[in-house]
């Protein structure tokens, strides 16, 4: 099938790719021209695993191609993914400037009946938004057929999870359109659920704040587990076991970060506060989360007299591991707190690099994990980096003034650490 993407980021560079590889012709668009030259020439401007190889393979199969042409890209394809960004507002709403743009576009270049699929995370009740702005828009009075087909990729996984995803959930209000769609799909061995437009958009929502639930639920089982002294690794596994709750998202940490989950929660409380129908427990995840930060500096405070002169060294800025995104990560709220007890910070990260600001602000960077903990008194792991496991921890201990590690993400083998003589404390683990 002929498929048009417009919105070549991270998700819709993936899909294209993904697509391609299920034999359809695609087409993918973006306004932005730098992208689009990039793309040309076969190099992806974001990583992202075995993508870039895929990427070429596709292209040199004549399955995949790019263009900034709008008007010419509208016109001759009759199914439309959106995949623009719906970034979150100052206010925690998204931003549906883009979206909205898109849909106006594909209003005015609509030469015919088109099928439009909304694959942005939108508020619930979008996508018959989408459906009337290109109404609005158009002179043409040939049907638009809009959809809703969310989408479930992971930074650092995004190739896997969309060549191999759980399930589909395709949603609209028009059975020939969940009927094209499916063909689309047909190549895919998982599940796909057919359901309206808002019930995907629901199912989104409510699977990523089920997620952060999982997580929030963890971290203050983590803390119980500090008090009593019980190692939450046993707990999660334990509970893991369990084929009702299941093994992942089971992890205590610093709490999530990124660019989906702290705005997608943000989001839906707001969508339920609109309609008095306040979500209760999410409201306690999302505070649980925020505060996950403050009990981890909290631990770090109780070990010494004073932060004021101490030397501390910051392990990874990422707001996970195999991505060089930073977007909400928790790195930053640590660094800052440490900033206003007067601590000199200096931070490692196999990929990201510290922005002015920060170097403004007196944070140094040390682009080799033994340099930045050269005479440090505590290090902090933020980033479950595997280049962390892999460090040999006796030189460490040889480099730093004081031996103290306090790992936000529980990576390190507390017995092996503490036999080199560190004082050594997880999350619900030490
Ligand atoms: C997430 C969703 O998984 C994906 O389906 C959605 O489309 C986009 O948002 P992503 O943001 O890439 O993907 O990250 P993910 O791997 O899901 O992790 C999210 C956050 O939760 C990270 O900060 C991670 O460190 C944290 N996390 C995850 C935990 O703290 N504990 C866990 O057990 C799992």
């Keep these: 099938m002929k498929v048009l993407i417009i919105g070549m980021g991270y998700v819709g560079t993936t899909m294209g790719v993904v697509f391609a590889n299920a034999g359809h012709e695609v087409t993918g668009l973006d306004i932005d021209e730098g992208k689009i030259d990039s793309l040309k020439k076969g190099k992806l401007y974001f990583y992202e695993p075995g993508l870039q190889e895929m990427l070429v393979n596709q292209m040199d ?6 263009t900034t042409d709008t008007k010419k890209a509208i016109e001759n394809h009759d199914i439309l993914f959106i995949t623009v960004g719906t970034p979150p507002l100052e206010n925690g709403n998204a931003d549906l400037t883009y979206l909205k743009k898109v849909a106006q576009m594909i209003g005015r270049f609509k030469n015919r009946e088109k099928t439009i699929i909304v694959k942005s995370t939108v508020p619930i009740g979008t996508t018959s938004k989408v459906e009337q702005w290109i109404s609005e828009a158009g002179a043409d009075s040939n049907p638009v057929n809009v959809a809703m087909n969310p989408e479930f990729l992971r930074e650092g996984s995004a190739l896997q999870d969309a060549l191999y995803p759980d399930r589909i959930i395709i949603g609209s209000d028009n059975k020939t359109t969940l009927k094209t769609l499916h063909k689309l799909y047909q190549s895919f061995s998982c599940p796909i659920l057919k359901t309206t437009a808002m019930a995907a958009e629901t199912i989104k929502y409510a699977s990523n704040a089920f997620l952060a639930t999982k997580i929030s639920f ?14 939450i690794k046993d707990v999660s596994k334990g509970m893991g076991l369990d084929d009702r709750i299941g093994p992942h998202f089971l992890e205590p940490g610093l709490g999530y970060g990124g660019s989906c989950f702290p705005k997608d929660i943000k989001e839906l409380l707001l969508t339920a506060d609109t309609y008095q129908r306040p979500l209760h427990l999410l409201k306690e995840v999302e505070k ?7 009990y981890f500096i909290e631990k770090v405070k109780n070990s010494f007299d004073t932060l004021e002169g101490k030397r501390i060294a910051i392990f990874g ?5 195999h991505t060089d995104d930073t977007r909400e990560s928790v790195s930053f ?8 007890e007067k601590s000199n910070v200096v931070v490692h990260d196999p990929v990201v690099q510290l922005s002015k600001d920060w170097v403004g602000k007196g944070v140094q960077q040390s682009s080799d994990p033994y340099e930045a903990v050269k005479g440090c008194d505590a290090i ?21 003034k004081q ?28």
């Design 61 to 66: 199969h004549q399955r995949l191609s790019f």
């Design 218 to 231: 963890i971290n203050e089982m983590a803390k119980l587990c500090d008090t009593l002294g019980v190692n």
């Design 403 to 430: 031996p103290y590690i306090f790992d936000g993400r529980n990576m390190l083998e507390a017995k092996k650490v503490k036999d080199l003589q560190f004082h050594y404390k997880g999350i619900g683990y030490s």
């Design 333 to 340: 709220p640590i660094i800052d707190q440490l900033l206003e």
């Design 380 to 400: 902090l792991i933020c980033t479950n980096w595997p280049v962390y496991k892999e460090l040999d921890w006796e030189r460490v201990h040889q480099l730093v």
């Design 288 to 294: 649980i989360n925020k505060n996950q930060s403050s």
């Design 317 to 321: 800025l990422a707001f996970k591991s």
